[in-house]
Nanobody, 124 residues
């Protein structure tokens, strides 16, 4: 099993930046592809960014490409999401997920473990 804890959310003005972190414990971190998802009120959970087992490959949703950067540190067993040029439409609860021995996946159901989420609010 893997336990995931997100941190770093908050309130920021449009155009600002935030850095989210996801701390993992339990099973071997490098056995898991990792992803960031977000869920706004009344909407489904959507893929934001994903990173491969060793961090060599990344993928992004079109809506965040060029603004967000995902990274991981398999020694520290952490994952981060640097979010720049934030927009009000980025407002959501952000979740990190872990997918056992998978390639990067955009599908929420393919993730085995989830954190509790961290709120990001971008004011206009």
């Amino acid at each position: 099993q893997v336990q995931l804890v997100e941190s770093g959310g908050g309130l920021v003005q449009a155009g600002g930046s935030l850095r989210l972190s996801c701390a993992a414990s339990g099973d071997t971190f490098s056995n898991y592809a990792m992803g960031w998802f977000r869920q706004a009120p009344g909407k489904e959970r959507e893929f934001v960014a994903g990173i491969s087992l060793q961090g060599g490959n990344t993928q992004y949703a079109d809506s965040v490409k060029g603004r967000f950067t995902i990274s991981r540190d398999n020694v520290k067993t952490t994952m981060s999401l640097q979010m720049n040029s934030l927009k009000p439409e980025d407002t959501a609860v952000y979740y990190c997920g872990a997918a056992y021995l998978r390639s990067i996946t955009h599908l929420a159901w393919q993730y085995d473990y989830w954190g509790q989420g961290t709120q990001v609010t971008v004011s206009s």
